[in-house]
């Protein structure tokens, strides 16, 4: 299959691959995401040498398994190197060897780096050597380097206080598909699912292109989420534990964090996540946070009225969060367990919230259908400390030009109608939100749902709408 849009990130590699320098290059992005593929399919034959880490495995079989590489792709009756300091020399005598063409780099492609810095096994500091002793006086190199550990990328490699300081030429943050990408996908696959079908997918599986490559032409929506999660044997039954336990060398904290911030869904301050899941406040916590942050499984976001430093927590993982929520509480094996559940009450009341998430993943896309997409504007959410009914906005854009959007998200089969009721809840958290912020700035909500909202004498609160088609942007 053809890389499905990425169109940043292939020019991004287009300029590395034509610069006149040598380039380091760091691609990384949480498991599952695709990054393997795409350097591979960009580049294809142009990849001169191409290794890949052993996953939990030690320093001796992690240098057998470069010693192959290099004799396979390089030469043959090579002598094994005895540590990275000769496996890097080893290198670098081979890669003399391959003529030089005009205008044509050699790309060298270092694949789940994470894995091979096992415990005391000297890997970066001969990675250091490599580099600043040879590699960066190579106009015609292009070094790319991979990984899923994000959070060892990032402290090892983009923050290095050693030798690798400031080495790093460029980086490719991969995110997830956006919804216009997972349709490109599935239109590419043959897979004929209408916009709210695919809205539905991601709010189970994300944008992660390794989820939707399992799912089957020819199968429902809800056929593939059994398939894959509830059958006898589904492939993704085991996927949350393995995700975490691939990424972290002591998982358990992490997961611990992701199971308290998915029992509240609009997210948690530190202090929250501190009581409820009984951990110490401390830098354990800060790293652990920190680390999920970085892997994309969690976002920090600002509420409107804290101060500076006060944030909220929230999980962004849409299978995370389905898998907490539906797999684990399900007895497996248990077949067409997901048809079973349409029209319930916990599957709506998580769509719902889900819909919220898939509406935070693309905030861009809400400014461009607001006609802000050039307008500076901080996203932010607001609970209020003193209305009674209590009154909260999950998504506050806070414009430069001097409005606020306060969003107002619904997930519905149809047109959303704003009865009397409800448009007595949304006056009272405009109100609420006026009187509490003391904000001097207009303020137009916004309707986000997913068919529109059905005109009627309530229907003029929203000053401006945003549907489903307009996420696909």
Known sequence: MRIIGREREQAELRRFYESDEAEFVVVYGRRRVGKTFLVREYFQDRIVFSFTGLARDDLCSQLRNFNDAVSRQLGTGLPPAKDWFEAFNLLR?????????????????????PWIDTPRSGFITALEHFWNGWGAAQSDLLLIVCGSATSWIVRKLLQNRHGLHNRVTGRILLAPFTLHECEEYFHEAGIRYERKQIIECYMIFGGVPFYLRQMVKGLSLAQNVDRLCFDPGAPLAGEFEELYHSLFRNPDRHIDVIRTLAKKMKGMTREEIVQTAKLDSGGTLTETLRELEQCGFILKYRDFTLPKKGHYYRVVDPFSLFYLRFVEGAVQGASGYWMSQYGSAMRSAWSGFSYELVCLLHVDQIKRKLGIAGVDAQVSSWRSKTSDPG????????????VINLCEIKFSQSEFVIDKKYAGILQNKVDAFVSETGTHKDTHLTMITTFGVKPNIYSFLAQSQVTLEDLFA
């Open 93 to 113: 005598d081979q890669l003399e060897l391959v003529p030089s063409r005009q205008g044509k780099k050699k790309v060298v492609f270092i694949d789940e780096m």
């Open 391 to 402: 009154a909260q906005i999950d998504l506050l854009i806070d414009r430069r030009d001097q």
